[in-house]
Each structure stands twice: as structure tokens, then as C-alpha cells.
């Protein structure tokens, strides 16, 4: 998929862009591949660009002073990453963003995300879907953490990305809804038991 293919993606999944927002959009980001494994964002890093998932997945996650990591978001195709506090508050970033497979991303940075939006309504709007979806995204993780029981968690999890056990590391999975790899590794023998 080329970069213009990945635009017009972008502009069907999220708010539709006018022909001159697509071409500045495309002259304003980047297609890069990355490893598995490699760290797009460290603890502690400035982090000024928003990542679109053309192909692959990432995570973010907290390291423990005990050297244990906390997974607490999931991207895959035609999801945005970032790191949310850095990106928006100019801040340190409190977690790391990793790759978790080969994966290419549409990068672009905060500055031009600014003046797209100031000088395209259509950029604005896109921009606005998107912190949203990302909004309603973590709202309805942390009530999933609140009141639900740690199969429905999983379950949950399963029902918004059916390959997710094929794609990524257990020890993520549990870590991302709260539980210890051993309650995972029962609830699954569980779900092949029905």
C-alpha cells in the first residue's frame, strides 16, 4: 500500500479529506518499517509524532521499578498510536510504545498535525474522530477494569480483535486486562473446554 492509498484509507475510516488536505497531508508524513520489537517511544522521551498502523501492531506500556511491564493500549491496522501525555502536553512520556510485530506506520508529527488542522476544517475534524475513538477507546477500558469479571475481560478483548492470541504475547494479553498470566492460561483451557 502506498503512502497516497494509506491517505485515502485514513480519510474513508475516519472523515473524509478534501483532494488539497490529502496532498499536503501526504507531503507532511512518512512511511517507515519497523522490527519486531523495536521501541518507537522510551519512558522518559519527548515524543512529538502520531503513528497510523498501516500493517503490524504496537503497544504501550509502563516499566515497573521491579523491572515488570504493564501493557495498557493495543494498536493494529488502521489504529493511531502515540504517546498520549508527551504528544499532547509536551511532556516526558510516562510509558514506551513498542512494535510487536513487522510493522509499517504512517508517521506524522505534531506541528504538522497543528497546521493541517488550522488551515483544513476536514484535518480538524479528522483529528477530532480521532482523539475521540481513542477517548471512548480507554473510557471503555477502564470500566471493563472496574466491573467486569476477568473472562468477560478476555472475552471482550476477543470479540474487538478476534487473531489477538496469534498477534501478541500472552504475558501482554494479562497484563493488559488486569490479571496474572496463570488466570489467563485457566480461562483459556476453560474456552476450549465449551
Same mark, same amino acid.
Given at each position: 500500500?502506498?503512502?497516497?492509498?494509506?491517505?485515502?484509507?485514513?480519510?474513508?475510516?475516519?472523515?473524509?479529506?478534501?483532494?488539497?488536505?490529502?496532498?499536503?497531508?501526504?507531503?507532511? =508524513?512518512? $512511511?517507515?518499517?519497523?522490527?519486531?520489537?523495536?521501541?518507537?517511544?522510551?519512558?522518559?522521551?519527548?515524543s512529538?509524532?502520531?503513528?497510523?498502523?498501516?500493517?503490524?501492531?504496537?503497544?504501550?506500556?509502563?516499566?515497573?521499578?521491579?523491572?515488570?511491564?504493564?501493557?495498557?493500549?493495543?494498536?493494529f491496522?488502521?489504529?493511531?498510536?502515540?504517546?498520549?501525555?508527551?504528544?499532547?502536553?509536551?511532556?516526558?512520556?510516562?510509558?514506551?510504545?513498542?512494535?510487536?510485530?513487522?510493522?509499517? %506506520?504512517?508517521?506524522? =508529527?505534531?506541528?504538522? $498535525?497543528m497546521?493541517?488542522?488550522n488551515?483544513?476544517?476536514?484535518?480538524?475534524?479528522?483529528?477530532?474522530?480521532?482523539?475521540?475513538?481513542?477517548?471512548?477507546?480507554?473510557?471503555?477500558?477502564?470500566?471493563?477494569?472496574?466491573?467486569? =469479571?476477568?473472562?468477560?475481560?478476555?472475552?471482550?478483548?476477543?470479540?474487538?480483535?478476534?487473531?489477538?492470541?496469534?498477534?501478541?504475547?500472552?504475558?501482554?494479553?494479562?497484563?493488559? $486486562?488486569? $490479571?496474572?498470566?496463570?488466570?489467563?492460561?485457566?480461562?483459556?483451557? %476453560?474456552?476450549?473446554?465449551?
Amino acid at each position: 500500500m502506498n503512502k497516497e492509498d494509506v491517505i485515502h484509507t485514513i480519510s474513508d475510516k475516519y472523515a473524509p479529506l478534501s483532494k488539497e488536505c490529502k496532498s499536503e497531508f501526504f507531503n507532511n =508524513s512518512e $512511511i517507515l518499517m519497523f522490527k519486531k520489537g523495536e521501541i518507537l517511544v522510551k519512558e522518559g522521551q519527548f515524543s512529538d509524532k502520531a503513528y497510523f498502523i498501516i500493517s503490524g501492531s504496537a503497544r504501550a506500556y509502563y516499566l515497573l521499578s521491579n523491572g515488570k511491564d504493564i501493557t495498557d493500549w493495543f494498536a493494529f491496522e488502521n489504529d493511531f498510536i502515540c504517546a498520549i501525555n508527551s504528544f499532547f502536553q509536551d511532556i516526558p512520556s510516562p510509558h514506551f510504545i513498542e512494535v510487536l510485530e513487522e510493522t509499517k %506506520l504512517l508517521i506524522i =508529527s505534531r506541528n504538522s $498535525i497543528m497546521g493541517l488542522s488550522n488551515k483544513y476544517h476536514d484535518f480538524e475534524r479528522l483529528t477530532n474522530r480521532v482523539a475521540t475513538k481513542t477517548m471512548l477507546k480507554l473510557q471503555a477500558r477502564i470500566v471493563a477494569m472496574q466491573f467486569q =469479571s476477568a473472562r468477560q475481560k478476555y472475552q471482550n478483548l476477543l470479540l474487538a480483535y478476534p487473531d489477538i492470541t496469534q498477534r501478541v504475547a500472552l504475558t501482554h494479553i494479562a497484563s493488559y $486486562i488486569g $490479571i496474572t498470566l496463570e488466570t489467563l492460561s485457566r480461562i483459556r483451557k %476453560l474456552q476450549t473446554r465449551i
